[in-house]
Structure formats: C-alpha cells, structure tokens
C-alpha cells in the first residue's frame, strides 16, 4: 500500500504526440512535481490500464490534465499519463481514467537507430549542403542584384571594325594560300580598325576602301564586320599605316593562332538578401536563390549557384574570329566538371556591315585587254571578209558590255539593323534571382518548424537544435529499439512516422520564435 500518484497541472505536451520532450524520466518527474496540484501514496498496486480510482477532492482532479505514479514494491518506474476524464464518487474519492504518455514514461529506454528519414532539422547547415527538392509553392521570382559580363561603352572603343579581303594595299599583295585563326583556316587577311566616339576611324576606313578600289580590288573585299577587342587583341596583331592619294589609314593586321581566345572572371555567390535576414541557409540554394544569365536576345540558362566549387566561382567566355564572330560563355568548375560545355550559352552575333563600289567601272578596267583583243581581231575579219564571224564577235562585246552595266554596286553585308547591338545589349547579362521576401517568410519558417527535407538513411536527429528538434521517419520505419513494452514502442514509431517536435525545454512548447540555431 506505498504506490504513488501524483496531480499535475500545465503540461503542455499533447496526447497526439506532435508534441513531446526529450526528457529523462527523472527531469519528467522534475516536472510534474514543479506543477504539483496533490499527491498520495497510500495505494495499492497502480495497473497503468486506463483507471484509477484516486484520493483526490473533485475540485482537485479539475486542475489537472497529468498525473505520474509508481509502484516501489515492483517497480521504480515511473509512468505519466494524460488525464482523460473525472468523475465524483464521493468526498476525497475520485475516478481518473487517464492514457499512458508512451513518449515520455519510455523516452529514455530505447536507442535510436539508423532509418530512413523523410525530414529533420540538421546540425550542418552550411550553404549549397541541403539541395533535396521541398515542393513548396515559390510564388515569383524577383531579382536581387544585377551586372553586365563583358559590356561595351557608349563609344566605340571596345570592337573593331574587320575587314576580310585577300588584298592587301600597302604591301601590294594578293593573299596565296590560307592561314589559321583560332585553329580554323581561313584564306584571307583580316584588317582591323578602331573606331572612336564620334566616328573617328571611318574616315580612314573609307580611305582604305577607296584606295583598294583604286586599285581595282574592291572584289578582294570579302566580308565586313564587328567584332569585340579582346578576341583580337588576345590573339595578336600587326599595325600598319599608309597615306594614300585618298588620304592616310591605319589598321592592325591580324596574326595566325591555332589557340581559341578565352576571358574569364568571377563572381559573387548570393549569401544575403537586402531585405530579409533568413534563419535557414537553405533559401540559398536553388528554386529559392540562384543565378539567370540572358544573352538579351531570349535565350537564357540558370545556374546554381551551390553547383560550383571552389573559393571563386568562375565564368569565362570563348571567342573565336568569324563573320559575325562566334562567342559563348562556359561555367567553370559547375557541376564537377572543369568546363561545362553542355550548359554554355551562346552570344548573339555581332553586326556584318555594308560596303560599295562601281562595278561596271571595275569589270570595265579589269576587262579593257580582253575587250580591246577582241575588237582588232573583229576588225580583221571584216577587213578579210568574215562577216559572219565579225558579226558573231561584236554581238557578243556588246553583250558583255550589257551585262556588266546592269550590275549593281557591289554591296556586301547587308546586316545593319542590329538593334541589340545598337542598343549596347549585345552581352552577357546577369541576374541574381530570388524569390519575393512574402514568400521567402513563409518557405523560411516553415523549415525553422519542420526542418528540412531528407530522403536518406541516416540515425535520427532528435538533439542538436538549441529548443526543438523535429524528426519525420518513413511510414514503415522504426526509430529505435529498447527495453521498451511493445505496444509502447509502436505508439513512438506511429508518432515519429507522422512526425514529432521534440522540445528540450517543457516551457517553450509552442514558441517557434525561438532562435533555434545549432548547438
């Protein structure tokens, strides 16, 4: 007749096990008599069925919501339970049925072991670590921060105006044979010329035009065109100068390479957001934080940012030599991989130009001989008598002559309405995306609440957070194994399927206000 019970009141742990301690027995026992309402020990064996029946006023049995007892004859063991009603059986005599708290009488008699877990708070929460999709709604995107990679000025100084052509006028030479440039063969040479702001240098493009049509070599004239300076200027050039009858002309000439022209630099990786301090450093991973880059033209690709290793995350961007030039911007150290090739983006195609010149004029000059040959052999037909072959021979003269005077001005390039370019755009620009702060609130508490997302085997985490750990196995998972009664045991693994908050504190139930960080 020495069996114990308790009367306890303001325990706020629930009987659906959403909530729970992480609580030995004696600090349980701590608990309850720190929120005492009565206790007897006067009775005989306790069978923790469900009923009791307890010495207790009515009055008192209304306080309550908790009782604990023991029986020291058998036992040393503690049990705590929820009350679940009370009924008056008379003065200091009392019935209490009650349901045994599985949780918290056998918290401290099983070991936890390893299992699947669907979700838990972590104890490393190092940025890019936790990449497991949520499937939370991220409503809009916004842009965090922006910059242009490899922009131009608003003045010409940053490209080249290129001329291909297979005639050169200051050596008086026609191009033989073919060179390579970025390792791709090419059977001309490759004048470049500055242009500067308020268009100073097409003077000279014009002079170097006119003197290479002077010179009835306007047709060596093979392409016209805009490229970036440090495609060129990376590959290596030749200056040269002349002062023609047409006025003076400088220009670099480009020299061979097998090598592709790269530039590279890097950037930084979002850890902050101007107007929100976020408690997980989840949301700075992807669909939550991440990096857009757009050619400007409507192609785009997005980059995680926890997809690059290393201190310095690194973009760089290849060009090679062509009508339009070729260029194209290759993550660096993304993915595992040196040069991500597969998810490089390319750059939009700079400016071809237009160029013109008289060509009558130049298949008049560059025909006079074969013209003037053909007009004394007719005329010593007639003077023999052929007519029919004069005939035939000065139809055909004035059949060319025809011909050639119907051609228009040659004119090459006919590009130039290029508004991109035009507009300064023809670049890399990158965008720094987030979601709205609305919606990074919500996605950051409800990882502050339920932890983040796991899917793997791994030993559950039921401690390591300063006031809450919570834990969600898989439904047919066990979380551990003891000297446990079974029944017991399965009310704790049904709860941990469903997922349990474990408290560390029994007075900051509830208060998810908390700075939960890691111990």
């Known amino acids: 007749m020495n069996s114990k019970i308790l009367l306890v009141k303001n325990i706020h742990i629930d009987r659906q096990y959403t909530n729970v301690l992480s609580y030995t027995e004696a600090q349980m026992l701590e608990l309850c008599q ?64 009650f349901t045994v708290d599985a949780w918290s009488t056998w918290f401290d008699k099983w070991q936890k072991k390893t299992c699947f877990i669907n979700r838990q708070h972590v104890n490393n929460d190092t940025i890019g670590l936790h990449t497991i999709p949520e499937n939370l709604d991220v409503g809009e995107v916004i842009e965090e921060d922006f910059e242009e990679y490899l922009t131009f000025g ?29 390792g791709i063969l090419n059977g001309n040479w490759i004048f470049l010329f500055d242009v500067y702001p308020g268009s100073v240098g097409i003077p000279e493009i014009n002079n170097f035009l006119a003197d290479v049509n002077n010179s009835r070599k306007i047709d060596s004239i093979k392409n016209f065109y805009i490229l970036p300076k440090w495609i060129c200027d990376n590959i290596g050039t030749t200056d040269y100068n002349k002062s023609s009858t047409f006025g003076n002309y400088n220009f670099k000439l480009l020299n061979s ?18 107007n929100f301090n976020p408690k997980n450093n989840k949301v700075f991973v992807y669909p939550y934080n ?19 290793y290393g201190e310095n995350p690194l973009l760089t961007v290849e060009g090679s030599v062509s009508v339009g030039g070729s260029v194209r911007l290759v993550p660096r150290n993304y993915k595992n991989i040196d040069k991500n090739y597969e998810e490089s983006l ?16 130049n298949w008049l000059v560059s025909n006079a001989v074969n013209i003037g040959s053909q007009v004394v052999s007719t005329g010593v037909g007639i003077a023999t008598g052929n007519v029919p072959s004069v005939a035939g021979n000065i139809a055909n ?20 309405g290029d508004v991109n370019f035009s507009a300064r755009k023809n670049t890399f620009s990158i965008h720094h995306m987030r979601v709205k702060t609305e919606y990074l609130k919500i996605i950051d508490d409800y990882f502050t609440r339920f932890g983040y997302a796991i899917k793997k085997l791994e030993l559950p985490n039921i401690t390591g957070r300063r006031y809450w750990n919570y834990v969600e196995i898989g439904s047919s998972e066990e979380i551990g194994y003891g000297e446990v009664p079974a029944k017991y045991m399965d009310t704790i693994n049904n709860a941990c399927r469903r997922g349990v908050t474990i408290w560390h504190n029994h007075n900051n139930i509830g208060n998810y206000s908390l700075d939960n960080s890691i111990v």
Do not use: H
Not at 400 to 413: H, K
């Open 397 to 416: 003269i004035i059949g060319q002559f025809y011909q050639a005077s119907l051609l228009p001005s040659i004119q090459g390039g006919n590009n130039t």
């Open 34 to 97: 720190a929120n005492l309402v009565a206790q007897a020990d006067n009775y005989s064996f306790l069978r923790p069925t469900g009923s009791i029946m307890a010495g207790f006023t009515y009055s008192q049995c209304l306080q309550a919501n908790y009782i604990a007892f023991q029986n020291p004859d058998y036992s040393n063991k503690w049990f705590f339970a929820w009350i679940d009603d009370v009924i008056y059986k008379g003065d200091k005599n009392t019935e209490i049925t």
């Open 257 to 274: 390479t097998d090598d592709i022209v790269e530039v590279g630099s890097t950037f930084n990786i979002i850890k902050n957001f101007k």
């Open 346 to 361: 390319p750059l939009a195609k700079f400016p071809t130009c237009s160029w013109s010149s008289d060509a009558f004029t």
């Open 154 to 182: 608003e003045d010409n100084s940053d490209y080249y105006f290129v001329i291909e052509g297979t005639y050169n006028p200051i050596t008086n030479k026609d191009f033989v044979g073919v060179n390579k440039i970025n």
């Open 290 to 308: 991440y990096m857009l880059i757009s050619n400007n033209v409507g192609n785009y690709n997005i980059y995680k940012y926890e997809d690059f």
